[in-house]
């Protein structure tokens, strides 16, 4: 679930922040690429007025923004009031132990409903975290805080379950039951992942454009607008030309620094390492996961993310589609390693390599398995590969 696994992240950002600098390496930790001049996913350097928002970013790029829409990522933050999976599920209800919960949704909008038998508490829900294919999770403001309710939607459920990272919290009266309180920290890291605009708490209720849409990636687009818009002026067209200094393209990183991109919000080797996190909860960071590899070896931009996801599209569902992106490295069935395919054939199967290549595992907590970016050859009865 991108919203939950965004929020796990969290956790291995703030530890970062407090591990102090790492040894020279060539991959950094999110913190320290976000030190550095220039834009990165997290980053929190502009104000508002810098931000366009897609539909600016539309007019030159239409085909792309449109497809865009589409996808889990532009997805990843709603206002409960678009939430399709409350629409659908207009009461959702859960109890453990004493408490029940209850998520209600009509015309007016979601209520979110916490009681014990004797007492109860309800708000509002504001934020919806996550499409809710994986599963949805969700914000409330009180009183100028905001809070992360005790529960969240997960789709292999169609239903409620404890939030992912609050299974053992100690539950000792109402007040931990409903929600946990985010600090102003905690808030605006939250939403850098899942919206572009970030500048501040507050941008949150003001000005932040939900799911990541262009400027997300690419930063902020008002300088690269009133560039084209001059060059418009005076040559009746955009120049075009191999870079623009205004903003940032992914696909022109080096394959290092693309894993590192992308682990911005996914947690990069050095965010995983900083922030001690072992076993299986590291599935939850395909860069930390992939540079794991065998493969990945000192990076190959055939195997970064955007070499099998490209972030404008819907991520496909089928396994047959990785195919080619194996075959860019090793050779098909039946031929002879080369230079250009200079990792052997399988020995076992031609097609739907990621099926036994990439297995898919369940975290506990998220009700959901997840394919392992750690590419190998899996045993029968292995322990889980560090």
Same mark, same amino acid.
């Given at each position: 679930m991108a919203a939950i696994r965004s929020l796990r992240t969290l956790v291995f950002l703030s530890l970062a922040l407090l591990a102090g600098p790492t040894p020279a390496v060539a991959q950094l930790s999110t913190v320290e690429h976000a030190t550095k001049p220039g834009f990165w996913p997290t980053k929190v350097l502009h104000t508002p007025s810098e931000y366009v928002g897609?539909?600016?970013?539309? *007019?030159?790029h239409n085909a792309i923004a449109v497809e865009q829409k589409t996808t889990p990522m532009a997805q990843s933050l709603l206002k409960v009031a678009s939430s399709e999976v409350l629409h659908r599920h207009p009461e959702l209800k859960f109890q453990v132990g004493q408490y029940e919960y209850e998520i209600k949704t009509t015309p007016a909008g979601s209520t979110y409903t916490v009681t014990d038998g004797e007492h109860g508490t309800s708000a509002p829900l504001v934020w919806a975290f996550g499409g809710g294919q994986v599963g949805q999770s969700y914000l409330f403001e009180r009183d100028g805080h905001w809070y992360e309710a005790?529960?969240?939607?997960?789709? =292999?459920?169609?239903?409620?379950?404890? &939030?992912?990272?609050?299974?053992?919290?100690?539950?000792?009266?109402?007040?931990?039951?409903?929600? %946990?309180?985010? =600090?102003? $920290?905690?808030?605006? %890291? +939250?939403? *850098?992942?899942?919206?572009?605009?970030?500048?501040? $708490?507050?941008?949150? &209720?003001?000005?932040?454009?939900?799911?990541?849409?262009? $400027?997300?990636?690419?930063?902020?687009?008002?300088?690269?607008?009133?560039?084209?818009?001059?060059?418009?002026?005076?040559?009746?067209?955009?120049? $075009?030309s191999d870079g623009d200094?205004?903003?940032?393209?992914?696909?022109?990183?080096?394959?290092?620094? =693309?894993?590192?991109? +992308?682990?911005?919000?996914?947690? &990069? &080797?050095?965010?995983? %390492?900083?922030?001690?996190?072992?076993?299986?909860?590291?599935?939850?960071?395909?860069?930390?996961?992939?540079?794991?590899?065998?493969?990945?070896?000192?990076?190959?931009? %055939?195997?970064?993310?955007?070499?099998?996801?490209?972030p404008h599209t819907p991520r496909a569902r089928?396994?047959?589609?990785?195919?080619? *992106?194996?075959?860019?490295?090793?050779?098909?069935?039946?031929?002879a390693v080369s230079a250009e395919h200079p990792q052997p054939a399988?020995?076992?199967? =031609?097609?739907k390599c990621v099926t036994c290549h990439m297995p898919k595992m369940e975290v506990p907590g998220f009700h959901h398995a997840f394919p392992d970016h750690r590419i190998r050859i899996v045993r029968a009865g292995e322990p889980f590969p560090e």
């Open positions: 897609s539909a600016v970013c539309a *007019k030159c005790h529960v969240s939607y997960f789709g =292999s459920l169609e239903g409620l379950e404890i &939030t992912p990272g609050r299974e053992s919290d100690p539950v000792r009266e109402m007040e931990s039951a409903v929600s %946990r309180t985010l =600090s102003s $920290e905690d808030v605006v %890291r +939250c939403f *850098k992942c899942h919206a572009a605009g970030v500048t501040s $708490e507050r941008s949150i &209720t003001t000005s932040i454009s939900p799911g990541i849409t262009c $400027e997300a990636c690419h930063g902020p687009g008002s300088k690269h607008v009133a560039q084209k818009e001059n060059e418009i002026l005076a040559t009746g067209g955009p120049v $075009e200094a205004h903003m940032l393209n992914p696909g022109r990183l080096r394959p290092n620094d =693309s894993v590192d991109f +992308c682990g911005g919000c996914h947690a &990069t &080797t050095w965010d995983v %390492r900083l922030a001690g996190k072992k076993g299986i909860e590291s599935l939850l960071s395909p860069p930390y996961r992939l540079e794991k590899s065998k493969c990945w070896g000192n990076g190959d931009e %055939r195997l970064t993310c955007v070499a099998c996801h490209d089928q396994a047959e589609y990785y195919d080619a *992106k194996c075959l860019a490295c090793h050779a098909g069935a039946g031929q399988c020995k076992v199967g =031609s097609t």
